[in-house]
């Protein structure tokens, strides 16, 4: 029998992150063809790590930021 299926913590550990980042980054669209299968997530074993869209530095981007309205 061939399952062409992980888990998110397969994933998680395949991939070097933890495996609440992969439920996060499926949740969000992120992992293509990504199913969720009751309280867990299914991702297609071969599946590429999507690239990590957060801040390096810590900052917002530059459209993110607020605006001082006292000005």
Do not use: Y
């Not at 495996?19 to 991702?43: P, S, Y």
């Not at 957060?54 to 607020?66: E, F, H, I, L, V």
């Amino acid at each position: 029998m061939d399952f062409n299926w992980i888990t998110a913590q397969e994933a998680a550990e395949a991939w070097g992150i933890s495996d609440r980042r992969v439920q996060f980054l499926c949740a969000n669209g992120k992992v293509e063809d990504a199913v969720r299968l009751k309280r867990g997530w299914l991702i297609p074993k071969g599946t590429l790590k999507p690239a990590d869209g957060r801040a390096k530095n810590g900052r917002k981007p530059a459209s993110d930021k607020m605006v001082n309205v006292h000005e």
